[in-house]
């Protein structure tokens, strides 16, 4: 499938946030090719307190300053990475994270990747594909099961290791907004979206 154009990711991010619903996250590696939809997402805009672009930049966040279409993955709590889609046009500091998808491709790869969690392993309730709900229904568990780490941010999503196709199409009555996880500042916006009713959203 077509991967999607810059055009996509210079817009508004609480638009693409949205839009990203339901899009596919394609990552190569090696002859594996892995795959998921994109089911719940996080918008973080430059006049956000929540945001890491909200001091301006630094080493860690420059990414997030760049042109849209790139991707962002930082390090948090000693121990996880999250994986963030940069969005608007180059200076702007805003991006999205991708905070759970539904594995298509792939799975056993990112079996592999996140073997030794006890969710995946004692866990064997399946969501109705048939995939184990708790393999990517996280952005620490989404970026440890495509293997992505802070040697991965920066990465352009139009060339062909890491990138974003179409998917399927979600009705605008099948998006859910509420309000973001894990933050302690702009807790009431409303700026978590995901796909209504998805076993792999991270939490209803």
Known sequence: ????????????????????????????IGKSQLAGIIVETEA???NDPASHSYRGITERTKVM???????YVYFTYGMHHCANIVTQKEGRGEAV????????????????????RNEINNDRHL???????NLTNGPAKLAQSFGLSRNESGTDLLENKIYLTEGIAVPKSQIISTT????????EKKWRFYIKGNVCVSKP
């Open 127 to 133: 969501s109705d594909t048939g995939h184990l709900k």
């Open 1 to 28: 499938m077509r991967t999607l154009p810059r055009s996509f990711y210079t817009r508004n991010t609480l638009i693409v946030a949205k839009e990203l619903l339901g899009k596919i996250l394609v990552r190569k």
């Open 65 to 71: 300053f760049g042109n849209g279409g790139h991707l």
């Open 44 to 46: 973080y805009l430059h």
């Open 180 to 187: 973001r996880i894990g933050i302690n500042v702009a807790t």
């Open 97 to 116: 994270l991708l905070r759970a998808v539904e594995p298509i491709d792939g799975i056993d790869v990112m079996m592999k990747n996140r073997s030794g």
